[in-house]
């Protein structure tokens, strides 16, 4: 089954605790991103990958890293959360003519 | 810059009405339009899309959407609501002419009474 995966689905840590929240996709799309869904601003793209080892900020870079080593992965890092990252996640993998979401990562930072 | 606005964050409607979900759009190239469609707990669904063919767009689940570039609309409409179509719906424009980098509206919150 195509499919967009990510782990894990649901986190809670406290602030400065480095996590990574990962993503893998098996449709062998070239172009991957991620977004943070926030009540009343929908969603805004934090990074995307055009392919492996390019990657580029979207809107929302700041306090997040990313890396694209495998075509198939697209893992999302935060070195040092904060609450205001208090989010849901989603990954995406697209086609030119199709967004695939994964089915989400519910973070929350204390 | 390419942006989408979405009127309305919640819609209500009885089962069995129009749902007229509204999207406007701004974009200096001729865009590219998606409704997307989230369940409770879920990722994100392409309902449908515009790419600059028919300008009436039909999706899933008896969706369509008309796009208006003299209104710079595309709204979502379908005839009779069912409890199922109970969700929150998200307009998206394209800057580049496909799908991979899309601007998301902020989401209308559907709900569907008896």
């Known amino acids: 089954e195509a499919q967009v995966t990510q782990n894990p689905r649901y986190l809670i840590t406290v602030t400065g605790k480095k996590l990574t929240v990962t993503c893998s996709q098996n449709m062998n799309h070239e172009y991957m991103s991620w977004y943070r869904q926030d009540p009343g601003l929908g969603l805004r793209q934090i990074y995307y990958?055009?392919?492996?080892?390019?990657?580029d900020k979207g809107d929302v870079p700041e306090g997040y890293k990313v890396s694209r080593k495998e075509k198939r992965n697209f893992p999302l890092i935060l070195e040092s959360p904060s609450p205001n990252q208090t989010s849901l996640y989603f990954c995406?993998?697209?086609?030119?003519?199709?967004?695939?979401f994964g089915p989400g990562t519910r973070l929350t930072v204390l | 810059a390419q942006s989408v606005t979405q009127l309305g964050s919640h819609v209500s409607v009885s089962e069995g009405a129009l749902v007229l979900l509204r999207c406007n759009y701004s974009s200096s190239v001729p865009p590219y339009l998606f409704w997307y469609v989230q369940y409770p707990n879920q990722g994100l669904q392409l309902l449908l899309k515009?790419?600059?063919?028919?300008?009436l767009v039909k999706g899933i689940n008896g969706f369509e959407a008309e796009f208006k570039k003299s209104e710079t609309s595309f709204h979502l409409t379908k005839p009779s609501a069912h409890m199922s179509d109970a969700a929150e719906y998200f307009c998206?424009?394209?800057?580049?002419?496909?799908?991979?980098?899309?601007?998301f509206g902020t989401g209308t919150r559907l709900q569907v009474t008896l």
């Open positions: 998206a424009v394209s800057h580049t002419g496909t799908a991979s980098k899309l601007t």
């Open positions: 515009y790419t600059s063919a028919a300008t």
């Open positions: 990958s055009m392919n492996v080892e390019v990657t």
């Open positions: 995406a993998s697209s086609t030119p003519g199709e967004q695939f």
